[in-house]
C-alpha cells in the first residue's frame, strides 16, 4: 500500500458495526452483475440491500447505525475498505438514497436544468463547499425532486460507482407509496419514521397531493404534525385511515400516541410485486420500506 493510501486509510474513522445482517445463501458475490446494490444514507444509519435481478428478489439486507462524531461519508467508506459487498463494482445497478430534510418538489414542466440550487435556495441554503445538489425525475408523477447531499458522500458514490444513480429517501418512498395505492381510491395519508423526524405523504387515487419532512423530539410533535397535516387535507381523524412505515415499535410511545388520537390507524407493508428470502422473514414488514422501494425508482 502507498504512503497516500495509508494516510487515507488512517484518517478515517472505525467503520461501523452492523445492527442487522441477514443475506440470503444463494447471493454470490462473485457475480455482482446478477444484481442490483441499493443502498440509503443518514440519520437513520447506512442502509445495505441486494436485489438478485433474475428473480427479483431482495437476497441480502444490513442495518450500520452511523455515528455523530464522523461524517456520512468518512463512515461509509471506512466501511467499503473491509465490506466484501460495498467495495465491489461491476453491478447491475447501483442507487444510493439520501435522508435529510433539504428537498423541493416541483412540477416536471417548470423545471429547468440548471437552476437546482435556486430552487432549493427558498429553504435551504447550499454550501457549495459541503454540499451538492441533484436531481430525480419522477416520469409517472410529473415531478422532479430537487435535492442537497453531503458532497464527500456524493463524490465517494459517484467515483465508486460513475453509472450510480443518486437520489433523494423521499423520492423512493413516493414511488413505494404510488406503487402500493389504488386507482379511484380516497385520499389517504402514509408516515415514514426515521431519526426524529417524519415524511408524511398524502395520495389520492395514484396523485400526489402532499410531501414534506418534520422533524420532532417528542411524541406530542409527532401527533401535532400528522393532525395538522390531516386537518389542513380535510382528513378526519376518526374516519380515515392513516398507514406507518419506519422504525418504531408496536409498544413504542410514537405509535401509542399516533394510536390514541387516530382511530384507524395501521402498519404499512413491504412493497408488493417483489419477492424477498426467507431470510428477512424476521423483520417486520413496515421497516426499510424505503431501502426496498429503491427497486421501483428508474
Not at 461501523?16 to 443518514?42: C, F, H, K, W
Amino acid at each position: 500500500m502507498s504512503s497516500t493510501a495509508s494516510s487515507t486509510a488512517l484518517s478515517l474513522p472505525a467503520p461501523p458495526v452492523a445492527s442487522q445482517s441477514l443475506r440470503d445463501e444463494t447471493l454470490d458475490p462473485a457475480s455482482p452483475s446478477d444484481y442490483n446494490l441499493y443502498l440509503t444514507a443518514g440519520g437513520n444509519g447506512l442502509r445495505l440491500g441486494v436485489v438478485d435481478t433474475r428473480r427479483n428478489k431482495f437476497v441480502a439486507l444490513e442495518d450500520y447505525p452511523l455515528s455523530t462524531a464522523a461524517s456520512w461519508a468518512e463512515q461509509v467508506q471506512a466501511l467499503a475498505q473491509e465490506h466484501d459487498l460495498l467495495g465491489l463494482d461491476s453491478w447491475n445497478q447501483v442507487r444510493l438514497a439520501v435522508q435529510n430534510r433539504s428537498f423541493t418538489l416541483l412540477p416536471k414542466p417548470l423545471f429547468r436544468s440548471g437552476d437546482e440550487a435556486d430552487y432549493l435556495r427558498l429553504h435551504h441554503t447550499v454550501h457549495p463547499e459541503h454540499e451538492t445538489v441533484g436531481c430525480y425525475v419522477h416520469s409517472s408523477l410529473e415531478v422532479v425532486s430537487v435535492f442537497a447531499a453531503e458532497k464527500a458522500l456524493a463524490d465517494w458514490f459517484h467515483a465508486t460507482y460513475p453509472t450510480g444513480k443518486l437520489l433523494h429517501q423521499t423520492s423512493a418512498l413516493l414511488e413505494g407509496v404510488i406503487h402500493q395505492s389504488e386507482l379511484a381510491a380516497p385520499r389517504r395519508l402514509y408516515l415514514s419514521l426515521g431519526h426524529q423526524e417524519v415524511t408524511i405523504v398524502a395520495v389520492r387515487d395514484k396523485r400526489l397531493e402532499f410531501c414534506n419532512v418534520f422533524a420532532f423530539t417528542t411524541p406530542e410533535d409527532l401527533i401535532y404534525y400528522t393532525i395538522l397535516v390531516m386537518q389542513e387535507l380535510q382528513l378526519n381523524p376518526d374516519q380515515d385511515a392513516v398507514v406507518v412505515w419506519g422504525d418504531l415499535m408496536h409498544d413504542s410511545e410514537l405509535f401509542t400516541i399516533l394510536r390514541k388520537y387516530i382511530r384507524t390507524i395501521r402498519f404499512g407493508n413491504r412493497p408488493f410485486d417483489l419477492a424477498y428470502s426467507y431470510r428477512l422473514n424476521d423483520v417486520f414488514e413496515y421497516r426499510y420500506f424505503e431501502l426496498y422501494s429503491l427497486h421501483l425508482c428508474e
